[in-house]
């Protein structure tokens, strides 16, 4: 059998792990609510058990895919972050989501900015591009943080979609991208500025 | 290449075996055909087509079982599928089969389904199947019944809408005596 092994990568806080069928119902809460309104849901039981399905043959199809990401001292599911380029996609994408309980602790930075790395390093890729939808505005923040730039002549998916293209293994190697990225991350991780107790009066 | 952990099952003519990535253009090409795919779910475009071969993949992983492709012991051809199906939102899991163009009239989803069924009785410890099949779909409804499964509800699919839920004989009927579906006794590997 030659089955391909998912890799496992470890962050600061995170683990990312290939999605196994205990994950199954937190991912799908988040692909039967409203959360996931920009990739093609809400989804009924059957479309979020078929996707799932796909999530997991992707990854022997091509490859690589969509890791599962957990924090890494509760093994609590945030979201997924990885790759996706099913036959219908012009380019590889680089895709993440993040459970909407999960939101606003930067873990979808620290996630997909570790898959990149992955890719680029591991998996030789020359380069990526996200589709986005174009009223998905904190997907669009998301890649500009991670220095994607808006690709206007990209073919896009469907015509529904933003093409954003993210910086190349050299350009992400030059530093100031990465630096930036890894400066977020750490603020997330270890904030600059904590409330330092109430005051008395 | 394996893409699962299915097993390789024969029978006279035909191999049941995992999905392989050389089987992705004749299920593309058979669920973009929207007339032979109408019983089995068509794909709309190339896209969701590849999408279902995937998740084909991703079946067999969180169950353990899913759609064989069946190939030709004479030429290698990939000539259909067959296999047990079971996403959420099933009524129950189902004895599934479709033969490619130019596979049909041969006997070879008869001889596939027998088989899967067989494997999923003896092997996977089911004690019953059912096979979902579109109204209308009289040649479908025409294998079920030789394969001995009988009508038994109507109800609605999740996926294809109104659908007659056919059910199979169980393990019981079909193996008394620990024989074939051909009548002959297998050894056992």
Redesign the interface.
Known sequence: ???TSIPTIETRRLVLRGPT?ED?PDFKATFSSYRSRFMGGPL???E???????????W??RGFGMWMIHDKISETTLGMAGGWF????PEREIAWIIWPDKAGHGYALEATHAARRYFYTQQGWDGAVSYIDPKNLDSIRLAERLGAIKDKDATTIDGNDAVYRHPSPERLKSGQIADGIELEINHYCDPLFKPKGMPLD | MSLTQAPILETERLILRGPEPRDIEPMIAFLLDQNRASGFGAAPNRGEAWRWFALNVGHWHIHGYGYFSIEMKDSGETAGISGIWNPEGWPEPELGWVVFDGFEGKGIAQEAAARARRYAYQDLGFTTLTSNIVPGNTRSIALAERLGAWFEREYENVHMGHDLLYRHPGPGDLFEDDADDDGSVEAYA
């Open positions: 059998m030659s089955l069928p199954y009924n039981k059957y979020a058990w078929m996707l799932y399905a796909a999530e997991i043959g992707h022997q199809v099913p036959a219908a996609w």
